[in-house]
């Protein structure tokens, strides 16, 4: 299932296969008196999850589409749990199933540190580097096409990876290759949910485990990755492209509705400018809002696919300045790679937005292109405000958004919440450079508006 193409119509066989899996599962088990009912810790949640799920949809019409989804997500991950637990009842199918799963982490961690160091031509099969399928085409996805479920995927057979090395099923130079490999793979997945996943995985770890030594594997594998800090690069792809550094208004990320990319098409076109608007990126699901983006292509407006290593470090911090102006975020980590090269931020004014962007950026009304306009007007005016927002923005970047600083707040919470003896950390000294560069940014916020 890993390596056929998603093109290819495997629908009718699946439910065949799984079919047929329960029918052979059930049919051993009554044959040789086996127990049919277990009941496991994660019988019951699992059960309300999917109780919930049939119930949402039972009283609509029905919809093929709804119920393959609530089967995929619900009904068959639970089936094969309880099926697993007739299967592998000799240790010797345990560790059948164990060197399955330590092959299939080593083939995504290989495919995602491939996809990380631009070995392209290494990665196999080759429909994963198809942008027009799946999600995330910017991202190690690995042939399940989508950067969060790959993640997850490693993040769970990196647990039982972790398994097997303390029982000593894994060890030397297998165990150093699977585990090292991990963090790089999960950070090669450019998803802050996968990271933050991990990362509380291991702190859990670290928690729960009475050895320094894997208390302090733990902490190194939850901080592999660093922050999201960039310097500038010198230009040469862009001039390709025939885009001057410092000469270009920059979104980058998903064109779909959400994202208000027609928004930003529409304010910018309200201004008389010679600074260009550049969108980077690709569709998702959204084929016609894409071809009809792009339909506003031209001189001043240039439509990119997706970008990543070099070149995406290049557009980026040579941008005058970063736009974001979507309904609809979490925490944008494009926005927070925008910050952390030191550029200007501009985003919409939802809440999610301005947690990250307050007092080290500007918000324009959501939805309202003619105030998006104002601002756009403001900052392409005033390079010094713009200079001091970028400095702030790297700034907030530095102090709240680094790897280290994040692994330990969260160990900070575990150790509090547990009753551990998380060490204290001393406080900082505040950075009059920081501040001041922060309250410039502040002024200048009040003086647009």
């Not at 079919?19 to 699992?46: I, S």
């Not at 530095?398 to 707040?409: D, K, M, S, V």
Request: aromatic share 8%; hydrophobic share 50%.
């Amino acid at each position: 299932m890993l390596f056929r193409h998603p093109d290819v119509p495997f629908y009718e066989v699946d439910r065949v296969a799984f079919g047929l899996l329960v029918l052979a599962v059930v049919g051993k088990a009554v044959v040789l008196r086996q127990r049919l009912c277990r009941v496991e810790r994660a019988t019951l949640p699992m059960v309300a999850l999917t109780v919930l799920a049939v119930a949402s949809v039972a009283g609509q019409p029905f919809d093929n589409q709804t119920w393959s989804l609530i089967a995929a997500k619900f009904i068959v991950p639970f089936t094969l749990f309880h099926l697993a637990g007739m299967v592998f009842t000799e240790e010797r199918f345990i560790r059948q199933f164990e060197i399955f799963a330590l092959l299939v982490l080593a083939y995504l961690s290989f495919t995602a540190v491939a996809f990380l160091a631009g070995a392209k031509q290494l990665i196999f099969p080759h429909f994963i580097l198809d942008a027009s399928l799946g999600y995330h085409a910017d991202r190690a996805r690995g042939p399940l096409l989508q950067a969060v479920a790959n993640g997850v995927s490693l993040n769970l057979l990196g647990l039982l990876a972790w398994h097997s090395f303390r029982r000593r099923t894994v060890r030397g130079v297998k165990a150093a290759l699977l585990l090292g490999s991990l963090p790089v793979a999960i950070l090669a997945t450019m998803t802050r949910a996968v990271w933050l996943s991990f990362a509380a995985t291991m702190l859990l770890l670290i928690v729960r485990t009475r050895s320094g030594t894997l208390r302090k594997a733990c902490l190194g594998l939850a901080v592999v990755g660093g922050g999201v800090l960039r310097e500038r690069r010198e230009p040469k792809k862009i001039l390709e492209w025939g885009l001057d550094s410092g000469k270009y208004i920059l979104f980058l990320g998903r064109f779909s509705p959400e994202k208000g990319c027609h928004l930003l098409v529409e304010a910018y076109q309200q201004l008389d400018t010679n600074v260009r608007l550049v969108l980077a990126g690709a569709s998702s699901y959204c084929d016609d809002y894409t071809r009809e983006l792009r339909t506003h292509a031209s001189e001043r407006i240039q439509m990119l696919d997706w970008v990543s290593g070099e070149t995406l470090e290049e557009l980026l911090t040579n941008a005058m300045l970063f736009v974001l102006p979507s309904d609809v975020e979490g925490l944008s980590l494009a926005l927070l790679d925008a910050m952390g090269a030191g550029l200007c931020v501009l985003t919409s004014d939802i809440p999610e937005n301005r947690e990250l962007v307050d007092k080290a950026g500007f918000t324009f009304q959501n939805g309202n292109s003619a105030d998006l306009a104002d601002r756009l007007r403001f900052l392409i005016a005033n390079p010094a405000i713009r200079e001091a927002a970028g400095r702030a923005a790297k700034t907030r970047i530095r102090e709240q958004y680094l790897w280290p600083t994040i692994a330990e707040n969260i160990e900070r919470v575990y150790f509090t919440v547990t009753g551990g003896g998380g060490a204290e950390t001393p406080a900082k000294k505040p950075n009059t450079r920081v501040e001041a560069a922060t309250e410039a940014a502040a002024r200048a916020k009040r003086i647009a508006g």
